[in-house]
């Protein structure tokens, strides 16, 4: 039979069908090499996102945007690389923490990482508030700086999975972002090309995650953990809670001031909770410790001697920033209107929108509502209390951050419907809800 042409592929989807690993190719390195237009692709991404993709499609996928581009390779540095990938949350400012925090114990990291995306904060956003800091490094210079340093921590560069960059950009303006097969594809094949040997995979369940119900989450991580061992790699997969920002911080240089007085020990619980059990994973995963009672001993022991905050000021010297902001968080500045936000009523804080208090931080200034706007690096807000907590009216909810009185103004309106009010203390939620 002849090639067929893009018009039947997207047919074959549409009604259902199944792809052979030929057709895949054809579509994700026809789409990445641009021969295949945009409206063309798009087509077929909602076809995919109807019909799903079988367990050999969504490895054949993951298979063929690895091959869309270069895959680094890190094996010049000494010691097993570890990766580790959040599915995206608010307050989510763990890699801030964990990638110093286990270099100090031994890890190298090598990480690639992302923007923001819809009401979650990105990494590379976070970084950029700290004045100097580069994310652009060559692959030459990323390489170096690990194996000196320990750690790096960059922009995904162009050659690398261009087939994700360019899917995800259309996935995020054609609803097409929430599909299982699809976000395997993207996170795997980004964890592949970036030269892992394991990877740590951090998927988040509730109100403020991509992934609202601990089933759907749960079907995630299996697939994340299933499509990984297919491609080479050794997975290790935790289900997270996301029905309350993770940190008290929500905005960049809020959240790198929260992570570095999480590195010193005076982070918040929740926050520091995850970080010394993800940490003890990943010295597992990275063969510095056997076991993980042991590798949290070392990870507490790093916290408490200063070796980590010590090689957070080493890691932001090396790629630009000014290292003692890891002394002095407060040179990080922060937008100049501050308003405070109050209860207006007693009882117990029953429930936390979680999307929307990520919401009300992106109006402060501090997200994206468009691929093209400019982020505010002081702007955001952070938290006074926790779900479950008893309240006076009066209170502080939040104190907020922003460049005018009138972002202010529609973010407080947004903070204060994000919270549900009850009479009694809801259930408590474990922060890890399973492994
Ligand atoms: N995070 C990713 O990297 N990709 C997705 O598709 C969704 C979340
Ligand atoms: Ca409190």
Redesign the pocket.
């Known amino acids: 039979m002849a090639q067929p042409t893009f018009e039947e592929l997207i047919e074959v989807k549409r009604d259902g069908g199944t792809h052979s690993v030929a057709e895949m190719d054809a579509i994700i390195l026809g789409y990445a090499c641009r021969e295949v237009p945009d409206y063309q692709m798009a087509a077929w991404l909602m076809a995919a996102y109807l019909q799903g993709l079988d367990a050999d499609e969504t490895v054949a996928l993951t298979d063929a945007m690895v091959r869309s581009g270069s895959v680094l390779d890190l094996s010049s540095i000494p010691g097993v690389k570890v990766d580790k990938?959040?599915?995206?949350g608010v307050a989510d400012t763990t890699t801030l923490v964990l990638a110093p925090l286990v270099a100090a114990c031994g890890v190298p990291v090598a990480k690639m990482s992302?923007r923001g995306?819809g009401h979650?904060g990105g990494t590379l956003d976070k970084l950029e508030s700290i004045p100097g800091f580069r994310i652009e490094l060559s692959t030459e210079e990323f390489v170096a700086q690990v194996r000196d340093v320990g750690l790096a921590v960059i922009a995904q560069s162009p050659d690398v999975d261009p087939a994700?960059k360019m899917?995800?950009a259309l996935?995020d303006v054609t609803a097409t972002?929430?599909?299982i097969p699809?976000?395997?594809?993207?996170?795997i094949s980004?964890k592949v090309a970036g030269g892992a040997d394991a990877i740590l995979l951090d998927v988040k369940v509730g109100s403020g995650a991509?992934m609202h119900t601990e089933d759907a989450a749960r079907e995630l991580a299996l697939e994340l953990t299933r499509v990984g061992k297919a491609s080479g790699k050794e997975v290790h997969c935790v289900l997270s809670d996301m029905d309350q920002p993770l940190g008290m911080a929500v905005g960049n240089a809020l959240e790198v001031r929260e992570a570095i007085e999480t590195l010193a020990g005076d982070g918040p619980e929740a926050l520091t909770e995850l970080c010394v059990d993800l940490g003890a994973r990943m010295l597992v995963l990275g063969k510095v410790a056997t076991d993980e009672e042991q590798a949290e001993r070392r990870i507490a022991q790093a916290i408490a001697d200063g070796s980590a905050l010590e090689k957070f000021a080493r890691w932001i010297e090396a790629q630009g920033g000014d290292p003692r902001i890891a002394e002095t968080p407060s040179l990080l500045g922060l937008s100049p209107h501050v308003r405070e936000v109050t209860f207006r009523d007693s009882g117990f804080v029953k429930h936390f929108d979680t999307e929307s208090i990520g919401r009300a931080a992106m109006r402060l200034g501090a997200g994206r509502e468009r691929k093209e706007d400019a982020i505010d690096p002081g702007a955001g807000l952070v938290l006074d209390v926790r779900v479950g907590e008893r309240v006076d009216s009066g209170d502080r909810i939040a104190t907020m951050y922003a460049a005018s009185e009138e972002l202010l103004d529609t973010a407080e309106e947004l903070l204060v419907a994000s919270i549900e009010m009850g009479d009694s203390a809801p259930a408590r939620q474990p922060l890890l809800r399973e492994v």
């Open positions: 990938h959040s599915t995206g992302g995306l979650t994700d899917m995800y996935r972002v929430p599909s699809l976000i395997v594809g993207s996170i980004k991509f």
